[in-house]
Protein backbone atom coordinates (compact mmCIF):
# COMPACT_ATOMS: atom_id res chain seq x y z
CA UNK A 1 0.00 0.00 0.00
CA UNK A 2 1.25 3.56 -0.85
CA UNK A 3 4.87 4.86 -1.36
CA UNK A 4 6.01 3.71 2.29
CA UNK A 5 5.12 -0.20 1.72
CA UNK A 6 2.24 -0.48 4.74
CA UNK A 7 0.51 -3.18 4.56
CA UNK A 8 -2.94 -1.74 7.12
CA UNK A 9 -4.11 -5.23 7.31
CA UNK A 10 -3.78 -4.99 11.16
CA UNK A 11 -1.52 -8.19 11.35
CA UNK A 12 1.92 -6.96 9.22
CA UNK A 13 4.57 -4.40 11.64
CA UNK A 14 4.10 -1.32 9.27
CA UNK A 15 6.58 -0.17 12.09
CA UNK A 16 9.40 0.78 9.00
CA UNK A 17 6.78 1.83 6.98
CA UNK A 18 5.51 4.86 9.31
CA UNK A 19 8.91 5.72 10.07
CA UNK A 20 9.91 6.43 6.63
CA UNK A 21 6.66 7.89 5.70
CA UNK A 22 7.06 10.20 8.98
CA UNK A 23 10.72 11.31 8.20
CA UNK A 24 9.93 12.02 4.50
CA UNK A 25 6.95 13.82 5.88
CA UNK A 26 8.74 15.83 8.47
CA UNK A 27 11.97 16.92 6.20
CA UNK A 28 9.51 17.81 3.06
CA UNK A 29 10.34 21.62 2.80
CA UNK A 30 6.78 22.77 2.28
CA UNK A 31 4.47 25.32 3.60
CA UNK A 32 1.98 22.02 5.06
CA UNK A 33 2.17 18.67 4.79
CA UNK A 34 -0.48 15.88 5.71
CA UNK A 35 0.98 12.31 7.04
CA UNK A 36 -2.22 10.44 6.46
CA UNK A 37 -3.47 7.51 8.09
CA UNK A 38 -6.45 6.60 5.78
CA UNK A 39 -9.53 5.44 6.40
CA UNK A 40 -10.35 1.06 6.19
CA UNK A 41 -7.12 0.25 6.98
CA UNK A 42 -5.60 -0.86 10.56
CA UNK A 43 -2.36 -0.15 10.82
CA UNK A 44 -0.19 -2.40 13.07
CA UNK A 45 3.19 -0.65 14.71
CA UNK A 46 5.91 -1.36 17.45
CA UNK A 47 7.33 1.63 19.55
CA UNK A 48 7.70 4.33 17.22
CA UNK A 49 9.34 8.04 18.02
CA UNK A 50 7.53 10.74 15.63
CA UNK A 51 10.54 13.07 16.03
CA UNK A 52 10.91 16.91 15.21
CA UNK A 53 12.14 19.69 14.21
CA UNK A 54 9.87 19.50 10.92
CA UNK A 55 11.04 21.45 7.99
CA UNK A 56 7.07 22.39 7.69
CA UNK A 57 3.53 22.45 9.18
CA UNK A 58 2.04 19.28 9.58
CA UNK A 59 -1.17 17.96 9.62
CA UNK A 60 -1.55 14.29 11.19
CA UNK A 61 -4.80 13.16 9.73
CA UNK A 62 -5.98 9.92 11.32
CA UNK A 63 -9.14 8.47 9.63
CA UNK A 64 -8.21 4.95 9.54
CA UNK A 65 -6.65 3.01 13.20
CA UNK A 66 -3.18 2.67 14.36
CA UNK A 67 -3.01 -0.59 16.56
CA UNK A 68 -0.43 -1.60 18.87
CA UNK A 69 0.80 -5.31 19.80
CA UNK A 70 -1.75 -7.61 20.93
CA UNK A 71 -0.20 -7.59 24.86
CA UNK A 72 3.41 -7.76 26.00
CA UNK A 73 4.21 -11.03 24.33
CA UNK A 74 3.69 -9.62 21.12
CA UNK A 75 6.11 -6.87 21.55
CA UNK A 76 8.88 -6.71 19.38
CA UNK A 77 12.16 -7.28 22.59
CA UNK A 78 14.12 -4.35 20.33
CA UNK A 79 11.36 -1.94 21.45
CA UNK A 80 10.57 -0.28 24.42
CA UNK A 81 7.96 -1.06 26.02
CA UNK A 82 6.74 2.23 28.31
CA UNK A 83 6.66 4.03 25.05
CA UNK A 84 4.44 3.36 21.90
CA UNK A 85 3.40 5.92 20.09
CA UNK A 86 6.33 9.25 20.82
CA UNK A 87 5.78 12.75 19.71
CA UNK A 88 8.67 14.51 20.59
CA UNK A 89 10.11 18.27 19.55
CA UNK A 90 7.51 18.86 17.09
CA UNK A 91 6.15 22.21 16.83
CA UNK A 92 3.09 23.06 14.47
CA UNK A 93 1.37 20.02 14.00
CA UNK A 94 -2.18 19.25 14.22
CA UNK A 95 -3.85 15.95 14.46
CA UNK A 96 -7.36 15.68 13.88
CA UNK A 97 -9.75 13.01 12.32
CA UNK A 98 -12.54 9.89 13.34
CA UNK A 99 -9.44 7.39 13.17
CA UNK A 100 -8.66 5.28 16.17
CA UNK A 101 -5.20 4.77 18.26
CA UNK A 102 -5.98 1.17 19.82
CA UNK A 103 -3.17 0.69 22.77
CA UNK A 104 -5.13 -2.81 23.20
CA UNK A 105 -4.76 -1.98 26.75
CA UNK A 106 -6.77 -4.89 28.74
CA UNK A 107 -3.74 -7.27 28.06
CA UNK A 108 -1.24 -5.08 29.58
CA UNK A 109 -3.33 -3.72 32.76
CA UNK A 110 -2.71 -6.73 35.14
CA UNK A 111 1.29 -7.13 32.92
CA UNK A 112 4.01 -7.19 35.27
CA UNK A 113 6.46 -5.64 32.38
CA UNK A 114 4.98 -2.08 33.49
CA UNK A 115 5.11 -2.31 36.94
Given at each position: ???????????????????K????????????????V??K?S??????L??????S????????????????N???????????????????MT???????D?????WW??????
Amino acid sequence: MGVFGAAGDSVTDDTQAFSKAWDAACQAERSSVVFLVPDKYSFLTQSILFKGPCKSYLLFQLDGRIVAPNGPNKWSSRNSKSDWLDFYGIHGMTMQGGGLIDGRGEKWWNSPVLQ
